[in-house]
């Protein structure tokens, strides 16, 4: 059986650039958004998993931005929303979910983990509206 952990998150700035996850701190935690790139495999050694992305804030950034836009609704997948940044309780809940999955195949895990962050792998698994086999029962790279 294959369990995915989280090998590395970083934040994805505006700019192109990546910080540590640890290394970034919103200017205000209790209001903002940022898009995350978390690298999840089934190894903890480090050397192979998938980039997973995942935008984390807050519902009164949220609101902020509906108010701003004057939009009714907001389609938010894949978030995270969060009452207040803090990298070790955000770091936790996802390691807590990683935790309770545990399939028979990489992809069948990926599929899973692409319910809570978009997977950079997702669309490969279709070929001409059917699953590629080959692809699906690969190991992450």
Known sequence: MIKPCLLAAYV???????????????D???MFHVRV???????PDGRSGD???VTITTPS?????MLATGNEI???KPYILVRHFEHALILQNIREALD?????SWVRVAVILHQMAS??????????????RNFAEREPK
């Open 37 to 43: 790139r978390l690298w999840i495999g089934s190894n």
């Open 100 to 104: 309770e999955i545990e399939e028979t």
């Open 61 to 65: 950034y949220l609101d902020s931005q």
């Open 74 to 76: 907001i389609m938010v």
């Open 12 to 26: 994805c700035c505006d700019n192109g650039d990546e910080l540590e996850f640890d290394e970034f701190m919103p």
């Open 51 to 53: 980039d997973f992305h």
């Open 119 to 132: 997977w950079e792998f997702f669309y490969a698994i279709f070929q001409d509206g059917n699953m590629d």
């Open 28 to 30: 205000d935690p209790d």
